[in-house]
Protein backbone atom coordinates (compact mmCIF):
# COMPACT_ATOMS: atom_id res chain seq x y z
CA UNK A 1 0.00 0.00 0.00
CA UNK A 2 2.86 1.92 0.60
CA UNK A 3 4.14 1.59 -2.41
CA UNK A 4 0.88 2.47 -3.93
CA UNK A 5 0.87 5.62 -2.15
CA UNK A 6 4.45 6.73 -3.35
CA UNK A 7 3.77 5.95 -7.33
CA UNK A 8 -0.23 8.02 -6.75
CA UNK A 9 1.69 10.89 -5.52
CA UNK A 10 5.05 10.81 -7.65
CA UNK A 11 2.26 10.62 -10.83
CA UNK A 12 0.37 13.74 -9.45
CA UNK A 13 3.56 15.36 -8.90
CA UNK A 14 4.88 14.56 -12.88
CA UNK A 15 1.61 15.55 -14.29
CA UNK A 16 0.88 18.59 -12.62
CA UNK A 17 4.52 19.80 -13.43
CA UNK A 18 3.84 19.42 -16.83
CA UNK A 19 0.61 20.72 -17.05
CA UNK A 20 2.00 23.95 -15.33
CA UNK A 21 5.16 23.96 -17.79
CA UNK A 22 3.49 23.03 -20.71
CA UNK A 23 0.48 26.18 -20.77
CA UNK A 24 3.22 28.63 -19.30
CA UNK A 25 3.84 31.07 -21.43
CA UNK A 26 7.97 31.55 -22.20
CA UNK A 27 8.48 35.20 -23.95
CA UNK A 28 12.36 34.95 -25.71
CA UNK A 29 13.25 38.05 -26.71
CA UNK A 30 16.61 38.72 -28.84
CA UNK A 31 18.46 41.68 -29.67
CA UNK A 32 18.33 42.77 -33.45
CA UNK A 33 20.28 45.63 -35.27
CA UNK A 34 18.72 47.46 -38.21
CA UNK A 35 16.29 47.23 -40.73
CA UNK A 36 14.32 44.91 -37.98
CA UNK A 37 14.51 48.09 -35.79
CA UNK A 38 13.29 50.81 -38.02
CA UNK A 39 9.94 52.86 -38.31
CA UNK A 40 8.10 51.61 -42.21
CA UNK A 41 6.55 54.08 -44.80
CA UNK A 42 4.70 53.82 -47.59
CA UNK A 43 4.54 56.91 -50.25
CA UNK A 44 2.30 56.23 -52.82
CA UNK A 45 0.93 58.51 -55.97
CA UNK A 46 -0.45 58.16 -59.08
CA UNK A 47 0.32 59.58 -62.02
CA UNK A 48 -0.92 60.08 -65.80
CA UNK A 49 1.40 60.01 -68.64
CA UNK A 50 0.78 61.33 -72.29
CA UNK A 51 2.11 62.18 -75.58
CA UNK A 52 2.03 65.72 -74.24
CA UNK A 53 2.76 65.14 -70.72
CA UNK A 54 5.13 62.12 -71.28
CA UNK A 55 7.62 61.90 -68.52
CA UNK A 56 6.59 61.88 -64.29
CA UNK A 57 8.35 60.30 -61.38
CA UNK A 58 7.58 59.43 -57.79
CA UNK A 59 10.13 59.24 -55.06
CA UNK A 60 10.49 58.47 -50.96
CA UNK A 61 12.11 62.23 -51.08
CA UNK A 62 9.31 63.55 -52.88
CA UNK A 63 6.93 61.91 -50.30
CA UNK A 64 9.45 62.74 -47.33
CA UNK A 65 11.05 65.87 -48.48
CA UNK A 66 14.26 64.41 -46.36
CA UNK A 67 16.39 61.33 -47.60
CA UNK A 68 15.35 59.11 -44.93
CA UNK A 69 14.84 55.93 -46.82
CA UNK A 70 17.48 53.32 -45.42
CA UNK A 71 19.75 52.18 -48.44
CA UNK A 72 20.83 48.97 -46.68
CA UNK A 73 17.13 48.26 -46.25
CA UNK A 74 15.11 46.18 -48.96
CA UNK A 75 12.85 48.50 -50.33
CA UNK A 76 9.32 47.30 -52.25
CA UNK A 77 8.57 48.99 -55.10
CA UNK A 78 5.23 48.67 -57.24
CA UNK A 79 4.48 50.22 -60.49
CA UNK A 80 1.19 49.51 -61.86
CA UNK A 81 -0.17 50.72 -65.31
CA UNK A 82 -2.98 51.29 -67.89
CA UNK A 83 -4.81 52.75 -70.36
CA UNK A 84 -7.08 55.68 -69.52
CA UNK A 85 -9.16 55.14 -72.61
CA UNK A 86 -12.12 52.54 -71.71
CA UNK A 87 -11.92 50.87 -75.49
CA UNK A 88 -8.06 50.44 -75.71
CA UNK A 89 -8.33 49.10 -71.71
CA UNK A 90 -10.40 46.92 -72.43
CA UNK A 91 -7.36 45.42 -74.88
CA UNK A 92 -4.45 43.72 -73.93
CA UNK A 93 -2.62 46.06 -76.10
CA UNK A 94 0.47 46.99 -73.63
CA UNK A 95 0.67 50.77 -72.73
CA UNK A 96 3.78 52.35 -74.67
CA UNK A 97 5.53 52.65 -71.25
CA UNK A 98 9.06 53.03 -70.04
CA UNK A 99 10.00 52.54 -66.54
CA UNK A 100 13.00 52.30 -64.20
CA UNK A 101 13.44 51.98 -60.51
CA UNK A 102 15.74 54.34 -59.50
CA UNK A 103 18.24 55.52 -56.35
CA UNK A 104 20.53 58.22 -56.08
CA UNK A 105 23.00 56.85 -58.60
CA UNK A 106 21.45 54.77 -60.34
CA UNK A 107 18.41 51.97 -61.22
CA UNK A 108 17.57 49.03 -60.03
CA UNK A 109 17.57 46.33 -63.59
CA UNK A 110 14.18 44.72 -65.07
CA UNK A 111 12.58 43.43 -67.69
CA UNK A 112 9.08 42.92 -69.56
CA UNK A 113 9.14 39.18 -68.58
CA UNK A 114 8.83 40.93 -64.79
CA UNK A 115 5.62 42.23 -65.30
CA UNK A 116 2.16 40.42 -64.73
CA UNK A 117 -0.96 41.49 -66.38
CA UNK A 118 -4.69 40.67 -64.99
CA UNK A 119 -8.11 42.28 -66.00
CA UNK A 120 -9.64 44.65 -63.28
CA UNK A 121 -13.28 44.21 -62.64
CA UNK A 122 -13.59 46.99 -60.91
CA UNK A 123 -11.93 49.55 -63.29
CA UNK A 124 -13.03 47.15 -66.17
CA UNK A 125 -9.15 47.45 -67.23
CA UNK A 126 -6.63 45.77 -67.95
CA UNK A 127 -3.47 46.63 -65.55
CA UNK A 128 -0.07 45.55 -65.84
CA UNK A 129 2.13 45.17 -62.45
CA UNK A 130 5.72 44.73 -61.87
CA UNK A 131 7.16 45.05 -58.52
CA UNK A 132 10.40 44.62 -56.68
CA UNK A 133 12.64 44.92 -53.78
CA UNK A 134 15.57 45.98 -53.66
CA UNK A 135 18.57 47.80 -51.27
CA UNK A 136 20.72 50.33 -52.65
CA UNK A 137 23.74 48.84 -50.91
CA UNK A 138 23.24 46.63 -47.79
CA UNK A 139 26.84 47.25 -46.03
CA UNK A 140 26.07 50.66 -46.31
CA UNK A 141 23.16 52.32 -43.81
CA UNK A 142 22.07 55.62 -44.41
CA UNK A 143 19.47 58.09 -45.52
CA UNK A 144 18.71 58.01 -49.23
CA UNK A 145 15.72 57.52 -51.73
CA UNK A 146 14.24 55.41 -53.65
CA UNK A 147 11.75 56.24 -56.77
CA UNK A 148 10.09 55.08 -59.84
CA UNK A 149 10.55 56.89 -63.16
CA UNK A 150 7.88 56.69 -65.81
CA UNK A 151 7.81 58.23 -69.75
CA UNK A 152 5.44 57.51 -72.16
CA UNK A 153 6.96 56.23 -75.37
CA UNK A 154 5.76 57.49 -78.60
CA UNK A 155 6.40 54.60 -80.86
CA UNK A 156 4.80 56.14 -83.43
CA UNK A 157 1.31 54.36 -84.64
CA UNK A 158 0.43 55.28 -81.03
CA UNK A 159 -3.24 55.07 -79.93
CA UNK A 160 -3.50 59.03 -80.61
CA UNK A 161 -2.67 61.36 -77.37
CA UNK A 162 -4.84 58.51 -74.93
CA UNK A 163 -2.92 58.84 -71.12
CA UNK A 164 -1.35 56.46 -69.19
CA UNK A 165 -2.45 55.71 -65.65
CA UNK A 166 0.68 54.74 -62.98
CA UNK A 167 0.22 53.95 -59.89
CA UNK A 168 3.55 53.77 -57.80
CA UNK A 169 3.71 52.67 -54.32
CA UNK A 170 7.35 52.08 -52.30
CA UNK A 171 7.41 50.67 -48.97
CA UNK A 172 10.65 51.42 -47.27
CA UNK A 173 12.51 51.48 -43.58
CA UNK A 174 13.29 54.85 -42.53
CA UNK A 175 16.85 55.56 -41.57
CA UNK A 176 17.67 55.44 -37.95
CA UNK A 177 21.38 55.60 -36.81
CA UNK A 178 20.06 53.86 -33.43
CA UNK A 179 18.86 51.17 -35.05
CA UNK A 180 22.51 50.03 -35.79
CA UNK A 181 24.33 51.26 -32.71
CA UNK A 182 21.72 50.25 -30.10
CA UNK A 183 19.21 47.94 -32.09
CA UNK A 184 16.10 46.47 -30.17
CA UNK A 185 14.92 43.85 -28.49
CA UNK A 186 12.33 41.44 -30.00
Not at 34 to 58: F, M, R
Not at 145 to 157: C, Q
Request: proline share 3%; with cysteine; charged share 20%.
Amino acid sequence: MKKYYVYLILSVFILSSFQFSSCSKIEETEQVYGCECEDSKNAETSLIVSLLQPEGSYSTYDYSGVMEADAACHAGMSLSFRWTDSELAQTQDRPPLYYEFQSLFGYFPTNLGMESVAYDGDAQAYVWVISISQAIDKDTPEGSSYGIYVKYLDLGGNKGLTNIKCEISISYKVYDENAYKDGCMI
